[in-house]
């Protein structure tokens, strides 16, 4: 099964106020995930390099986690706010907030 996860950066990533670590966007990669993030590339450059994808302004959002998940079986958003609940939902993703998601947690990481 072909999978993609994106994450929105402001409120959801540790780096920039949110909950998730980097290292659980590593995690994913090494186990066959698609992963890519949604706004504030200045801020994630910084410490993680190795995206597979990034969506950013002033790209329309939508339109580009559409094209992105094309092709995948399961699409998950994963941001903190309802706006972009709502952008998952118009581009035929599942969605999580970040305060509810979920990643194993590697002892050796």
């Known amino acids: ?3 993609i996860l994106a994450f ?3 409120g959801t990533l540790e780096i920039s106020g949110g909950p998730i670590k980097l290292n659980t966007l ?8 698609r992963v890519g993030i949604c706004g504030n590339w200045q801020v994630v450059k910084k410490h993680f390099d ?7 302004p002033p790209q329309n959002k939508a339109e580009n ?3 992105e998940g094309r092709g995948f079986e399961l699409k998950i958003f994963v941001a903190a706010s ?5 952008v998952a939902i118009k581009a ?6 970040a ?8 002892r050796d990481t």
């Open 1 to 3: 099964m072909k999978k």
């Open 26 to 33: 590593r995690h994913f990669q090494e186990e066959g995930w």
């Open 50 to 56: 190795s995206l597979d994808f990034y969506i950013g």
């Open 92 to 97: 035929g993703w599942d969605f999580t907030f």
């Open 8 to 10: 929105n950066c402001d």
């Open 99 to 106: 305060k509810d998601f979920y990643a194993p947690v590697r």
């Open 82 to 86: 309802l706006a972009d609940k709502e």
């Open 65 to 67: 986690l559409e094209r």
